[in-house]
């Protein structure tokens, strides 16, 4: 049984803005980023290269490149790197980007890291107050860190979609736990909307809707699963109407990125590393970033089960597990990110110590190597 402080949905929100709950997880935030900007600045000023050539760099050129000039109408010819384009990636992210440009008149990379730091601020707030309802101050704070500090930690400075996942998660979460059925069906959708993963989010929705009924009859909490999808499916009839072809984004996905069988990433990563080892830094990656997410799910199943949360973590996993190429990625363990929370806040503080060093020197290799060719984030 999950260990709930309340469920009263009528506790009222002012409980929730309380100055305390805002400067804990900002000032944890305000580090990690800082943190993160000085590493990537040092790299920058070592290699002649301005610091926004990072922030932008993978993923985050073709969201700049969406928000900036639109969908193309068409996959190029080919298959590999001449098939990529931006059909490949979802719109809330570079629509947040547009919409910050036009009002503020701010540099396409400027208006990408204001809505990515402004997400990953609220996110923080949101995140350490579902912690709050299961935690102490002390445990809920770690539970934090061990999110903004994990090994992708790079990609929350970047103009890539995990801060907006940072937010929008915890966001349904939080209301799922409360009983806000229509903000958890609204918080779910725009998830949706960033990422064929945040799909997953329809899971903890119709677990929790589930649960609801079952146990109070409470038929109105069907709103949250069934506007879960609406940002997926929104997305998917306008590709219909731009391109003609409502799955063109799996289309896109196949020529450009993941050729291959589906449900094969984790074994073709496994099979790479245990032959190159660190030779091949993507591979050796995603294959330890498994085997920690496996000794984490164990230990949360164990020690500080929160099921709701757990089935939205296992969600993720699966679709990693789907893939032909990602598999279990350090960039999809943050998106997985209830997971690192919840071990943070429930491990002995004798072992959050080596938990968290590891996790800090882990961000470390991976900021700078995402700054070569050697990983990809």
Same mark, same amino acid.
């Given at each position: 049984?999950? #260990?709930?402080?309340?469920?009263?949905?009528?506790?009222?929100?002012?409980?929730?803005?309380?100055?305390?709950?805002?400067?804990?997880?900002?000032?944890?935030?305000?580090?990690? *980023?800082?943190?993160?900007?000085?590493?990537?600045?040092?790299?920058?000023?070592?290699?002649?290269?301005?610091?926004?050539?990072?922030? *932008?760099?993978?993923?985050?050129?073709?969201?700049?490149?969406?928000?900036?000039?639109?969908?193309?109408?068409?996959? #190029?010819?080919?298959?590999?790197?001449?098939?990529?384009?931006?059909?490949?990636?979802?719109?809330?992210?570079?629509?947040?980007?547009?919409?910050?440009?036009?009002?503020?008149?701010?540099?396409?990379?400027?208006?990408?890291?204001?809505?990515?730091?402004?997400?990953?601020?609220?996110?923080?707030?949101?995140?350490?107050?579902?912690?709050?309802?299961?935690?102490?101050?002390?445990?809920?704070?770690?539970?934090?860190?061990?999110?903004?500090?994990?090994?992708?930690?790079?990609?929350?400075?970047?103009?890539?979609?995990?801060?907006?996942?940072?937010?929008?998660?915890?966001?349904?979460?939080?209301?799922?736990?409360?009983?806000?059925?229509?903000?958890?069906?609204?918080?779910?959708?725009?998830?949706?909307?960033?990422?064929?993963?945040?799909?997953?989010?329809?899971?903890?929705?119709?677990?929790?809707?589930?649960?609801?009924?079952?146990?109070?009859?409470?038929?109105?909490?069907?709103?949250?699963?069934?506007?879960?999808?609406?940002?997926?499916?929104?997305?998917?009839?306008?590709?219909?109407?731009?391109?003609?072809?409502?799955?063109?984004?799996?289309?896109?996905?196949?020529?450009?990125?993941?050729?291959?069988?589906?449900?094969?990433?984790?074994?073709?990563?496994?099979?790479?590393?245990?032959?190159?080892?660190?030779?091949?830094?993507?591979?050796?990656?995603?294959?330890?970033?498994?085997?920690?997410?496996?000794?984490?799910?164990?230990?949360?199943? *164990?020690?500080?089960?929160?099921?709701?949360?757990?089935?939205?973590?296992?969600?993720?996993?699966?679709?990693?597990?789907?893939?032909?190429?990602?598999?279990?990625?350090?960039?999809?363990?943050? *998106?997985?990110?209830?997971?690192?929370?919840?071990?943070?806040?429930?491990? #002995?503080?004798?072992?959050?110590?080596?938990?968290?060093?590891?996790?800090?020197?882990?961000?470390?290799?991976?900021?700078?190597?995402?700054?070569?060719?050697?990983?990809?984030?």
């Amino acid at each position: 049984m999950e #260990p709930l402080m309340t469920t009263d949905s009528s506790v009222p929100v002012k409980r929730y803005l309380r100055w305390s709950s805002v400067t804990a997880p900002l000032g944890l935030y305000a580090l990690a *980023r800082i943190a993160m900007l000085l590493l990537l600045g040092s790299v920058a000023r070592a290699r002649n290269y301005d610091i926004g050539h990072y922030l *932008r760099a993978w993923d985050g050129k073709w969201y700049l490149l969406i928000a900036r000039s639109g969908y193309v109408t068409h996959i #190029p010819h080919g298959s590999g790197n001449p098939a990529q384009c931006d059909l490949g990636f979802f719109p809330l992210l570079p629509l947040a980007i547009r919409t910050v440009h036009a009002v503020t008149h701010l540099g396409w990379l400027t208006s990408g890291e204001v809505v990515v730091t402004t997400a990953g601020a609220l996110g923080s707030i949101v995140l350490w107050q579902f912690l709050r309802d299961h935690f102490d101050v002390a445990a809920s704070t770690r539970g934090l860190a061990l999110v903004l500090f994990s090994p992708a930690a790079v990609v929350l400075s970047m103009v890539y979609s995990e801060s907006l996942f940072l937010l929008f998660v915890s966001l349904t979460l939080l209301a799922l736990q409360r009983r806000w059925w229509l903000l958890a069906g609204l918080s779910a959708a725009a998830t949706s909307a960033l990422d064929p993963v945040g799909m997953a989010i329809a899971a903890p929705c119709a677990w929790a809707a589930y649960q609801a009924i079952r146990q109070r009859g409470e038929w109105r909490s069907l709103s949250a699963p069934l506007l879960a999808p609406a940002g997926l499916l929104a997305f998917f009839l306008y590709l219909w109407r731009h391109t003609g072809s409502f799955f063109e984004w799996f289309h896109a996905q196949r020529a450009g990125w993941q050729s291959g069988p589906l449900g094969t990433g984790i074994f073709y990563n496994a099979a790479k590393f245990f032959t190159h080892f660190f030779v091949d830094q993507n591979p050796a990656a995603k294959s330890l970033a498994a085997g920690v997410a496996a000794s984490l799910v164990w230990w949360v199943w *164990r020690h500080g089960r929160v099921t709701t949360a757990l089935v939205y973590v296992f969600a993720v996993l699966a679709c990693g597990a789907l893939s032909p190429i990602i598999g279990i990625s350090p960039r999809l363990l943050l *998106r997985a990110f209830p997971l690192l929370a919840l071990a943070g806040a429930t491990v #002995p503080l004798r072992r959050y110590g080596p938990l968290m060093t590891g996790s800090l020197l882990s961000m470390t290799c991976l900021a700078v190597l995402s700054t070569s060719a050697h990983w990809t984030p």
